[in-house]
């Protein structure tokens, strides 16, 4: 019985560490990243273009760190790592790479919402912005799956910030999770097949 409780403690012990590390080395490579977005790095194609290159074989692995990042720190453009991603990678590469970033990024979003709740959201969505899908959400609260697959699916719509509103809702990780593994490939896809295309024309 006592060797029993020890192994679950010790394995207790390992997961926190296990944990507190990553937490620790997300923080720090985000923190990394925002830096470099002060600096004017992914202000453009080119100049995003021209750092994930810099990294050489670390590149993909670069790519989807950026892409996660991207959902959370939803000031970067949402395009434009799945457009460099296909022009330095190539259309099936630039593609896993952006689909497990921004799948990855959009859980996270997700996740924070829910922990952190309604002041956090609506810090970053705007009070007057907030309000008014409160009140949408209320109106429609049945139909909100649809919605959410359908907005995640078109192109132009603000995802990111879907991703933690969502966080709000009745959803279950599970079902938010189903939506977006299964709405954002298309977006992710079309981009990577246009400029995956133009890259090896240039």
Request: with cysteine.
């Amino acid at each position: 019985m006592e060797e029993n409780e020890k192994a679950v403690s010790s394995g207790k012990k390992v997961k926190t560490l296990l944990t507190v590390v990553f937490a620790v080395g997300f923080i720090a490579m985000t923190a990394f990243f925002v830096y470099e977005y002060s600096q004017g790095r992914f202000k453009s194609e080119e100049n995003l273009q021209e750092y994930i290159a810099s990294f050489g074989i670390y590149g993909p692995l670069i790519l989807t760190f950026f892409q996660c990042i991207k959902v959370v720190y939803t000031v970067i453009p949402g395009a434009l790592g799945c457009i460099v991603g296909a022009t330095l990678f190539g259309t099936v590469k630039g593609f896993i790479c952006s689909y497990i970033g921004i799948c990855t990024g959009s859980l996270l979003a997700f996740t924070l919402s829910r922990k952190f709740g309604v002041s956090f959201v609506s810090s970053l969505m705007g009070e007057k912005h907030y309000n008014k899908c409160i009140k949408w959400l209320n109106r429609n609260r049945k139909n909100y799956s649809l919605f959410l697959w359908v907005a995640i699916t078109f192109p132009f719509s603000p995802d990111d910030f879907l991703c933690y509103f969502s966080g709000l809702t009745h959803l279950s990780y599970k079902r938010f999770m189903i939506i977006i593994l299964t709405a954002k490939p298309w977006t992710i896809l079309a981009y990577s097949l246009i400029f995956g295309y133009l890259g090896k024309t240039v």
